[in-house]
């Protein structure tokens, strides 16, 4: 991590929501939720709770001024429940006390009934029973029904992924502070603090400029607060509005966990035709996503899948088909990938199957498949400036695969008790939103008297760095010392329109803007020296002397600025176009030994080559990438978040959830950039790279996998992540399938 504020972070002086400095007459509140996951509410009586010590007064859906409706691309999800509830956790009322304990004392005596309805929790039967969000998409490339006849070797199966919980640091919440006039200030933990102010105007029926929202920092998103932080901010509104007093909202763990939504639980079916070469000819898949009881994100993450669906592969022929099955879960919601990590497991998942058919191993059947410049994606565009084979090349070389496949091989020979496992995992993810419309920012940059520098964007910065390129970008621009440059919070008031902090294209869209914006000032001071001291080059003039003049002769010393990725653009009738700016390419190399008596792994090395262009912060791309790895990793092999039939979660606490720490990371961990590699596309030659690492994290799956198949050649099981060491060992003691063949344990 090498972000601006972190010596604060080390100090603890950061401030996040929940530090902020309590207002005088500030209220705490608790929201109540629902208990069952699908039921129809027969008794909501709050007099209890409303008489509790301490309670100022308890809110539900009968008190929203304005529309009770937090739907942001599909109107399907109210702010408080009215009738029915759809998932555990979905909130029904909300009490306002003094203290946050008064608060919570009083939740127990809200007095709600609810009759239980079935709930379904699994996508294949929420599609069986035809609950969709959308109807279902299809992109489709060549002719797959066709090619089927031309493949030596097809293979099936099935392949499916977790939830995956996003475990920020700071928890949901917000702070909102009601002032003269009906206006609101809101302090809310969002990636999008539009999206706050939008949701906050229409249930409160106030208009958008009556709504402030600023946004110092996140304590970490993930995604987890794209859309899902409006709820808490809205709720904390209404209270504010009620009572004419401050309110703070912020989820305790366990709240956060039950109430909010978390990465899609995917199950897919796959059909991959090759031939005898093994180049792969045709492939087909349907996912199924466990979208959760309201649409959320979720249609926009299928399509990611959709986009996704190929991975770092050309392949001719190809259908996808994305359901977005309704289930009674709380929506699940965007993370890191955006459903581009479900659909390249499923790929990889269809690649090792075909790898054992034709007897080949996987790596070589990777190779031969990888993206090459021109390839056609199965949307229609074009790899253009392809790395995925110089990637996967240096990768190769530098991190010796063939060696580590070697001493893998000499290690599961002579070893029963542990045995060995490599991978190579190849990443290409496109970058832009796919709504085209969100890929807009824009900057406003002040200069003041003494040379010192402001800078607002749309940019929120959650720990990944994004104020440092900001401020490095507008200093490079300007030609001074970045310790002149200050990036301040993110406003609505300053910057209005903004799109989330998401789709790893925070620094891209904002970064163009402030550089554009930093432009407009440049350009300017070069007339004001050119007549105050006789020169239009800045190099040789002192930058204070310089601003100086500039005020005084009457210059603009503040620009805004607007930036739109040029040439991109999708057809959903067609379902084709150019919906990316580029693509980030890379390749990992994984290898794990697996102790076959206990069912753990150790991760021996996860080694990779990123495609990070030329990079505006390497310390902060570095960041990135070694977190997304983690996370990846963690999403595969750790977290396992299980439902009971009832629709209740069973990781209910942190105490319960297993995230990545230092002991389970790669014992050798390196990263390496690939070399002379700028990128035209985006601000100052660099890259994106917030999500394409978590992708890497996907290989160590399949290391893992090729060493309880060294233990066990005789399964062939189906593909389901996370791969705990709980299921490992259920696979090492599988029944022997073949009871003629020994297998070595
Ligand atoms: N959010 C979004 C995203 O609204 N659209 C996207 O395409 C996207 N991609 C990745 C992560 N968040
Ligand atoms: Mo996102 S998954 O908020 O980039």
Known sequence: MRTDDRHLHVRGESVFVDDIAAPAGCLQAVVVYSPVAHGRITKLDTSRARAQDGVVTVLTAADIPGENQIGSIIQDEPLLAEKDVHHVGQPVALILAGTMRQARQARSLVDLDIEPLEPVTDARVAHARGQLIQPPRTFALGDVDQAWSQCAHIVTGRADTGAQEHFYLETQGALVIPAEDGTLTVHSSTQGPTAVQKAVSRVIAVPMHAVEVDVRRLGGAFGGKEDQASAWAVMAALGAVVTKLPVRLVLDRADDMVMTGKRHPYSSDFKMGLDDQGKVLAYEVSFYQNSGSAADLSTAIIERSLFHTTGSYQVPNVRATAHCCRTNLAPFTAFRGFGGPQAMFVFESALERAARVLMMPVHELQKRNLLEEGSVFPYGQMAEDCRAVACWE??????????????????????????????????????????????????????????????????????????????????????????????????????????????????????????????????????????????????????????????????????????????IGFDKQTETGKPFAYHVYGTAVCQVTLDCLRGTATLDEVKLVHDGGQSIDRGTDLGQVEGGLAQGLGWVLLEDLNYAPDGRLLNDTASKYKVPDIGFGPRNLEVQWLENAPNPRAVMGSKAVGEPPFMYGIGAYFALRQAILAARPDLDPDHVAPLTPERTLMLLAAPKTNPNEEAEV
């Open 394 to 567: 240096q990768a190769d070389r530098a991190f010796d695969f063939a060696g580590l496949v070697a001493h893998a091989n000499e290690h599961n020979r002579t070893h029963t008790a542990t045995k060995q496992g490599v991978a190579m995992m190849p990443v290409c993810f496109g970058i832009s939103f796919t709504n085209t419309a969100l890929n807009q920012a824009r900057a406003l940059v002040h200069v003041y008297h003494d040379g010192s520098v402001n800078v607002s964007t749309g940019a929120v910065e959650m720990g990944q760095g994004v104020n440092r390129k900001m401020r490095l970008v507008v200093a490079k621009t300007l030609g001074i010392d970045p310790l002149r440059v200050r990036v301040d919070t993110t406003n609505t008031g300053r910057v209005a329109n903004t799109s989330p902090t998401a789709a790893s294209s925070g620094s891209d869209l904002n970064g163009e803007a402030a550089r554009l914006a930093a432009l407009q000032i440049l350009e300017r001071l070069r007339l004001v020296a050119a007549d105050k001291f006789g020169t239009s080059d800045l190099a040789g003039v002192d930058w204070e002397e310089l601003v100086q003049a500039a005020y005084w002769s009457r210059t603009d010393l503040s620009a805004h600025a607007h930036y739109a990725t040029p040439n």
